[in-house]
């Protein structure tokens, strides 16, 4: 809906209630990194992952603000942990695929992109980027 400022209401609504629900700092660090708001999005990352340090969700999340914002070796650290975590996890494949691709390592982000495609076959990003890579 857009309404990212009233969402930011509620997250902060359920964090005084439950001010250690590693769920709701994982998506409340998502809110923030799409409000640009990257290093208070990464407090909650790191905090969703001190309450719930196998979640690889948070992990795969955290991963992404890295990349975006050039840490790569950080951001790879994170997507390993995610996928220790969950080794079917289709979005983790899928980001690390993206970040291998960044960092020019085409035949590991293949086979993320394939690793990705296998636990989740129909994802239609996955595809795309994989024919990107290909091409």
């Known amino acids: 809906m857009g309404r990212k400022e009233e969402a930011e209401k509620q997250y902060l609504l359920a ?7 590693a769920v709701v700092h994982n998506s409340y660090g998502v809110l923030l990194e799409n409000m640009g708001r990257k290093e208070e999005a990464e407090e909650h990352y790191l905090h969703a992952l001190k309450e719930n340090p196998n979640d ?30 969950d080794l079917n996890n289709a979005i983790a494949h899928y980001n690390y695929g993206n970040l291998l691709e ?25 595809h795309y980027n994989y024919g990107i890579l290909l091409e």
């Open 15 to 21: 964090l005084e209630a439950y001010p250690n629900n």
């Open 56 to 85: 690889a969700a948070t992990y795969s999340n955290y991963g992404v603000l890295l990349k975006e914002t050039g840490r790569y070796e950080e951001a790879e650290k994170q997507y390993l942990l995610a996928l220790k975590s």
């Open 102 to 126: 960044v960092m020019r390592r085409y035949e590991e982000a293949e086979k993320q992109y394939l690793l990705s495609l296998e636990a989740d076959p129909t994802d239609v990003d996955t």
